[in-house]
């Protein structure tokens, strides 16, 4: 079986991020790590932060392809939501970085495309412009990430009332429209 050098990679440097401060994680330390040569590493990434940005990308479609087979949008949150749960301590290390705005930025873009995607095989009829869907999908993932970096992982709101309430949210239970003429 081929070895998956940019799955090991990334794998290595997402331990690595569990241990330790990810600013002071350089590529040498990878390659140390993962017993490779800094060659090898170059060749499946520039930098660090790509290797964190197609950590994300594979993150957010394995997560959309459990979504996609999820049974509605609740079981979708679910999903979504234990991720953000399981990985809540590594996201804040990241968010306390000195590239923190970079990362910021890759998780909403990161659910951007699993958003867009899922609304794409979830809801194939939907009638909104490209631009309409576009805003409205920047919109959402940076609630949505805002949300889980506030909320998430807080003992006393818990996952099930987190995804009720994103459902709502996502349902535009907030603001229904009026059925008055």
Request: with cysteine.
């Amino acid at each position: 079986m081929p070895v998956d050098m940019k799955t090991i990679i990334a794998d290595t440097f997402a331990q690595m991020i569990r241990k330790g401060d990810i600013d002071k994680i350089t590529v040498k330390n990878v390659i140390e790590e993962c017993h490779i040569s800094r060659q090898t590493f170059y060749y499946h990434f520039h930098d660090l932060m790509e290797v964190l940005e197609w950590s994300f990308e594979r993150a957010a479609k394995k997560l959309l392809q459990e979504s996609m087979e999820a049974d509605g949008l609740q079981a979708a949150l679910e999903r979504f939501v234990a991720f953000a749960y399981e990985h809540h301590r590594e996201i804040h290390r990241l968010l306390n970085s000195r590239n923190s705005q970079q990362i910021e930025q890759m998780l909403i873009e990161s659910v951007v495309t699993y958003l867009g995607d899922l609304a794409a095989y979830k809801e194939p009829e939907l009638n909104i412009s490209l631009s309409n869907m576009e805003i409205s999908l920047h919109f959402y993932a940076c609630g949505i990430v805002g949300t889980l970096l506030r909320y998430g992982g807080d003992p006393h709101l818990g996952q099930e009332r987190l995804v009720r309430q994103l459902e709502l949210l996502l349902k535009g239970g907030i603001f229904p429209e009026s059925k008055e003429k």
